[in-house]
């Protein structure tokens, strides 16, 4: 049986030029309040953008 995630929120990430949602991760709700922005690579640019988080996923 899988252990259930408590403190995991899984998570969609989506460009800030384009506004594509290419990435899904996870984090932490304890330790990460705030929204993530990561710079991720972008294949329809073919280059590194920023992506900030946009929803939660179930």
Same mark, same amino acid.
């Given at each position: 049986m899988a252990k259930?995630?408590?403190?995991?929120l899984i *998570?969609? !990430?989506?460009?800030t030029v384009t506004g594509r949602r290419t @990435?899904? %991760?996870q984090k932490n709700k *304890? =330790? %990460?309040t705030e929204k993530l /922005?990561?710079?991720k @690579? =972008?294949?329809s640019l073919k280059k590194h %953008? !920023?992506?900030k988080e946009i /929803?939660? !996923?179930k």
């Amino acid at each position: 049986m899988a252990k259930k995630k408590g403190n995991r929120l899984i *998570i969609g !990430l989506e460009c800030t030029v384009t506004g594509r949602r290419t @990435y899904v %991760t996870q984090k932490n709700k *304890i =330790n %990460t309040t705030e929204k993530l /922005q990561i710079m991720k @690579y =972008n294949p329809s640019l073919k280059k590194h %953008t !920023l992506h900030k988080e946009i /929803q939660r !996923l179930k």
